[in-house]
């Protein structure tokens, strides 16, 4: 008997919704309900200073106009709420408690310019591609050091390949201690990193299947070593080409052309819904159709592996 499938959309509430937002969650959305599933909307609001109760509710707002409902999650509870992390704190305090019992984080000290020039090209922020030199450092030292500067908690990742099999990309595989290195669990503020929180609720949970952009596949492997170091079940990963600009630039928040305000003053939720259906290989041409229409006919198979150009002639001047 096979596992029935538990999805979810994780959006962050720190700006509105964008063309390729609205790309990932639609796949989201159809992979789930195509498998008569159910699917949960979970506000990552972890950042304080860039997360706001009003994006959230606009964000809920749009995906109900596009046709993409949800069973549980935002304004609609569920079993396994809360579904925002800013109230999920002390699931995630359990989780680092965990990790520390057995010694598999540590304290960084390490000025933001200090870990930026740790960090090898194009990595994020808090980023290093290795051992952070304070993973050394003695308790006497920790403790001299403690006393200047509150610290950021790092994972102490082994030096070990991790692998999986994505849907979208196929096999796909790191070496902790060299691609990733140790990453960031607990900012200095106090505030949990993505990469422990999105493991500790996706665990919690019990979701089974994450959709999700491409920019986040090298965040797997740290993930699945997480899920294993905590004793839960990883779910299953597909990664979902990113929308770049005919100038190659990707898609963010900051292209208002493109954002959800722009898009709905533009075209119908069905001209929406059936152009990127069309990005995304499941018609051969960008008619409008509904999310359900869809959900009949929706295929893996048919998305494409790569990044999608969108066409700077739909619609209007996009």
Same mark, same amino acid.
């Given at each position: 008997?096979?596992?029935?499938?538990?999805?979810?959309?994780?959006?962050?509430?720190?700006?509105?919704?964008?063309?390729?937002?609205? %790309?990932?969650?639609?796949?989201?959305? !159809?992979? =789930?309900?195509?498998?008569?599933?159910?699917?949960? &909307?979970?506000?990552?609001?972890?950042?304080?200073?860039?997360?706001?109760?009003?994006?959230?509710?606009?964000?809920?707002?749009?995906?109900?106009?596009?046709?993409?409902?949800?069973?549980?999650?935002?304004?609609?509870?569920?079993?396994?709420?809360?579904?925002? /992390?800013?109230?999920?704190?002390?699931?995630?305090?359990?989780?680092?408690?965990?990790?520390?019992?057995?010694? @598999?984080?540590?304290?960084?000290?390490?000025?933001?310019?200090?870990? @930026?020039?740790?960090?090898?090209?194009?990595?994020?922020?808090?980023?290093?591609? #290795?051992?952070?030199?304070?993973?050394? @450092? *003695?308790?006497?030292?920790?403790?001299?050091?403690?006393?200047?500067?509150?610290?950021?908690?790092?994972?102490? +990742?082994?030096?070990?390949?991790?692998?999986?099999?994505?849907?979208?990309?196929?096999?796909?595989?790191?070496? @902790?201690?060299?691609?990733?290195?140790?990453?960031? =669990?607990?900012?200095?503020?106090?505030?949990?990193?993505? /990469?422990?929180?999105?493991?500790?609720?996706? #665990?919690?949970?019990?979701?089974? /299947?994450?959709?999700?952009?491409?920019?986040?596949?090298?965040?797997?492997?740290?993930?699945?070593?997480?899920?294993?170091? !905590?004793?839960?079940?990883?779910? *299953? %990963?597909?990664?979902?080409?990113?929308?770049?600009?005919?100038?190659?630039?990707? $898609?963010?928040?900051?292209?208002?052309?493109?954002?959800? #305000?722009? $898009?709905?003053?533009?075209?119908?939720?069905?001209? &929406? +819904?059936?152009? $990127?259906?069309?990005?995304?290989?499941?018609?051969?041409?960008?008619?409008?159709?509904?999310?359900?229409?869809?959900?009949? +006919?929706? *295929?893996?198979?048919?998305?494409?592996?790569?990044?999608?150009?969108?066409?700077?002639?739909?619609?209007?001047? !996009?």
């Amino acid at each position: 008997m096979s596992t029935a499938v538990r999805g979810r959309f994780a959006p962050s509430p720190s700006g509105r919704m964008h063309l390729g937002n609205l %790309f990932s969650a639609l796949l989201a959305w !159809l992979s =789930v309900r195509a498998a008569g599933g159910t699917l949960a &909307l979970r506000m990552e609001d972890l950042d304080p200073d860039r997360c706001r109760e009003a994006y959230a509710a606009q964000l809920a707002g749009d995906l109900a106009w596009l046709g993409l409902d949800w069973d549980e999650g935002y304004g609609k509870g569920g079993p396994h709420g809360p579904y925002r /992390q800013s109230e999920r704190t002390g699931r995630y305090e359990s989780a680092f408690a965990a990790l520390e019992a057995r010694e @598999l984080v540590y304290p960084c000290f390490c000025t933001r310019a200090e870990r @930026l020039a740790a960090s090898a090209p194009h990595r994020g922020e808090g980023e290093h591609t #290795g051992a952070c030199p304070c993973r050394e @450092l *003695s308790a006497a030292q920790r403790a001299a050091r403690a006393e200047r500067r509150r610290p950021a908690w790092r994972a102490a +990742v082994p030096d070990r390949k991790v692998a999986f099999t994505d849907g979208v990309l196929g096999p796909y595989v790191e070496n @902790l201690a060299r691609d990733c290195g140790d990453f960031l =669990v607990r900012r200095s503020d106090g505030v949990y990193a993505y /990469q422990l929180a999105v493991v500790a609720d996706d #665990g919690a949970m019990a979701v089974n /299947q994450v959709v999700r952009g491409q920019d986040l596949c090298s965040s797997t492997p740290r993930q699945l070593w997480l899920y294993e170091v !905590l004793g839960l079940t990883p779910p *299953s %990963f597909y990664h979902v080409p990113l929308l770049t600009a005919p100038d190659g630039r990707r $898609l963010s928040k900051r292209d208002r052309d493109l954002d959800m #305000g722009a $898009l709905r003053a533009r075209c119908t939720p069905e001209e &929406l +819904v059936g152009f $990127l259906a069309f990005l995304a290989g499941q018609q051969n041409r960008p008619e409008p159709c509904s999310a359900w229409e869809l959900a009949a +006919v929706f *295929s893996w198979e048919k998305v494409p592996r790569g990044e999608i150009v969108v066409p700077s002639s739909w619609p209007g001047n !996009l």
